[in-house]
Structure formats: structure tokens, C-alpha cells
């Protein structure tokens, strides 16, 4: 069950860009792209800056925040996607 928490503005950034890409995400916390464990986020990889170590964590801790609250789930290999509850939240969130 997802967590009726508010959400940060890095969660709501991934959730909703997520959501407008097709609910999909990619875990690259394993190249050389960023310093350290980091997210990207389908069709959007401008979405922070991956240069920042302060952005690349802050938007790494939201990615798992939401992988803890039920939004996100892990579709394969590094692919992870928006759960009902995820889609759920990204409608609500687009509708205030």
C-alpha cells in the first residue's frame, strides 16, 4: 500500500515525469555517467544535474523513497516502473 505521506519535490519531479514517459524508469547507478549511485528517468535524463553529487543523491534517496512507499517497483534488470498506486499518485498530483 502506498504511504499518504507528501511527497518532496525530487519524488514529485520523478513520479511525474515518470508518469509522463511512460511510467518507466532506469537505474544507472551503475556506470560511469554519475558520481555515485543515481537514477535516470525514461526519456528524460536532463532532469537533474548529474554532474552534482548533492542532486545525484537527493534524487537517488527519492527514487528509493518511492521503491519504500509502494509507487515504484523493479520491472526487470535495471528497469523499474510506476505501480498502480504510482499511476494513482501521479494522477492526483497532476490534478491539483
Known amino acids: 500500500?502506498?504511504?499518504t505521506e507528501e511527497l518532496?519535490?525530487?519524488?514529485?519531479?520523478l513520479l511525474m515525469t515518470a508518469a509522463a514517459g511512460g511510467g518507466a524508469f532506469f537505474d544507472i547507478s551503475k556506470t560511469d555517467k554519475i558520481p555515485g549511485p543515481g537514477i535516470i528517468v525514461k526519456y528524460k535524463e536532463d532532469l537533474y544535474d548529474?554532474?552534482?553529487?548533492?542532486?545525484?543523491a537527493k534524487y537517488?534517496?527519492?527514487f528509493k523513497s518511492l521503491m519504500n512507499r509502494g509507487l515504484v517497483s523493479q520491472a526487470?534488470?535495471?528497469?523499474?516502473?510506476?505501480?498502480?498506486?504510482?499511476?494513482?499518485?501521479?494522477?492526483?498530483l497532476r490534478e491539483e
Open 1 to 3: 500500500m502506498a504511504d
Open 8 to 13: 518532496t519535490k525530487e519524488e514529485t519531479e
Open 50 to 56: 548529474t554532474k552534482d553529487p548533492v542532486a545525484v
Open 60 to 62: 537517488y534517496e527519492a
Open 76 to 92: 526487470g534488470g535495471k528497469t523499474y516502473q510506476l505501480t498502480g498506486p504510482g499511476w494513482e499518485k501521479a494522477r492526483s
